[in-house]
């Protein structure tokens, strides 16, 4: 089995809306080259990867992991429960979720050890929740999502039940 699938770069072409000629062009190479490395039947060298990233305002290395071949990871998950917040937190290598649901009044302040150079995105399912992220006040509903950097201080408060994801990532 290769350990590359470079079958995305017909992905991003199709997605930035170009033809393999387009791509060819721009990226200074031929047509047959675009097709043969689409088609599972190239073996790129590092400068036709370079040329080729470059049309996709990518870095080489950043097309090379995007055709490293798809793996399946499993979540470590555990169930979660602190001071009136219950569900489950799932953990992978530079992402965590914690799908939550919470009574009206209960309130969660941030733990700064629990967060480096990290965004979080808050997803609310059903509920109301107070957002406020140092002097910034937001009320999210139902439908409502918003990110930001996590070591900044910030509590959720619900206003109503809710349930509702929060997720952690990397920041690059």
């Not at 990867?49 to 998950?77: C, N, P, Q, Y």
């Not at 992978?92 to 629990?114: D, M, Q, R, T, W």
């Not at 996590?150 to 990397?170: P, R, Y």
């Amino acid at each position: 089995m290769k350990e590359f699938d470079f079958s995305i770069i017909r992905n991003l072409r199709m997605k930035w809306g170009m033809t393999a000629e387009t791509l060819a062009v721009r990226a200074k190479i031929t047509r047959a080259t675009v097709v043969k490395i689409e088609s599972g039947n190239g073996n790129p060298t590092i400068d036709t990867i370079s040329a080729i990233s470059r049309v996709f305002h990518l870095t080489a290395g950043e097309l090379v992991s995007m055709a490293e071949k798809a793996s399946i990871e499993d979540g470590k998950t555990s169930p979660y429960s602190d001071k009136g917040l219950e569900g489950v937190h799932i953990w992978f290598p530079n992402f965590e979720l914690y799908h939550l649901k919470a009574a009206a009044g209960i309130c969660k302040i941030s733990e700064p050890v629990l967060h480096e150079n990290t965004a979080e995105v808050c997803l609310i399912i059903s509920g109301k929740v107070r957002l406020t992220i140092d002097d910034n006040i937001t009320e999210l509903a139902s439908g409502s999502a918003v990110r930001f950097k996590a070591l900044h201080q910030h509590t959720l408060e619900m206003l109503e039940a809710s349930e509702f994801l929060l997720i952690h990532h990397n920041l690059p």
